[in-house]
């Protein structure tokens, strides 16, 4: 009975581990900053929460980007099981609380170096991107 006992503690403590790293919160990143004129830039009063979420969901390419970042924003799409490091979790608000609309809007236009986080400035026009910074920040980015 001891052994089934120490089995099973070793197996949830095992599956707590391999969740929490896979959703980390907070995720440490090295993510190159955002120039300051952009980080400090907000354009989300005027974009279009709706068409975010189409984009987020739908539409963006060449991937969209709940295929990475997961339905929920949680960093646990389809695709970014496969990533390392894992997808940004919208949800940690530790870690979201320091990047700013502007860092964003960025990184969805120029990718991230060292991530799965592809540049979408080539497929996506600059009001889309502010778009769909709006539709992640309002979401779930508290």
């Given at each position: ?31 190159k ?36 970042h997961?339905?929920?924003?949680d ?27 502007g ?12 991530t ?9 026009k ?17």
């Amino acid at each position: 009975m001891k052994r089934y006992g120490i089995i099973l503690t070793t197996t949830i403590i095992s599956l707590a581990f391999a969740a929490s790293s896979w959703a980390a919160c907070p995720q440490p990143r090295k993510t190159k900053a955002a120039p300051a004129n952009i980080a400090s830039k907000d354009m989300t009063a005027k974009a279009n929460l709706a068409n975010g979420k189409k984009l987020y969901n739908k539409s963006a390419k060449p991937l969209a980007c709940k295929m990475c970042h997961g339905d929920k924003g949680d960093g646990m799409g389809k695709l970014g099981k496969a990533l390392k490091p894992n997808p940004r979790n919208f949800t940690c608000s530790e870690t979201m609380k320091n990047v700013s609309a502007g860092q964003m809007f960025w990184v969805i236009k120029n990718g991230s170096a060292g991530t799965g986080m592809a540049a979408h400035g080539k497929t996506l026009k600059d009001k889309e991107i502010w778009d769909v910074v709006k539709y992640v920040r309002e979401s779930w980015v508290h």
